[in-house]
């Protein structure tokens, strides 16, 4: 089993940057496709960008191309989310999440889950 564990959430103004990272522990994150969603107060969980095994493809949601992007070091054990131009829009809780199938966008694909990190934009 894998375990997940994200940080680097915080409060920002619009136009700021963050850098989410989510950690692996328990077994290698190597084996995994990884993901990162969003969940704002009252909406539902969606996909934001994921990331193959090797880190060769990548998938973003619209919102996010141009803007965030996904890598991943392996030696590591990390996965990482890099957010720039944020806006207030971008305010939700931060997931990581890792399917040992394939990179998808379908919250049900993912087995394993992190606690979460809070990213609050302000304007």
């Known amino acids: 089993q894998v375990q997940l564990a994200e940080s680097g959430g915080g409060l920002v103004q619009t136009g700021d940057s963050l850098r989410l990272s989510c950690a692996g522990s328990?077994?290698?994150?190597?084996?995994?496709?990884l993901a990162w969603f969003r969940q704002a107060p009252g909406k539902e969980r969606e996909f934001v960008a994921g990331i193959n095994r090797s880190g060769g493809t990548t998938d973003y949601a619209y919102f996010a191309k141009g803007r965030f992007t996904i890598s991943r070091d392996n030696a590591r054990n990390t996965v990482f989310l890099q957010m720039n131009s944020l806006k207030p829009e971008d305010t939700a809780v931060y997931y990581c999440?890792?399917?040992?199938?394939?990179?998808?966008?379908?919250?049900?694909?993912?087995?394993?889950w992190g606690q979460g990190t809070q990213v609050t934009v302000s304007s």
């Open positions: 999440a890792a399917n040992s199938e394939f990179i998808s966008a379908t919250i049900t694909d993912y087995l394993h």
């Open positions: 328990g077994r290698t994150l190597v084996w995994y496709n």
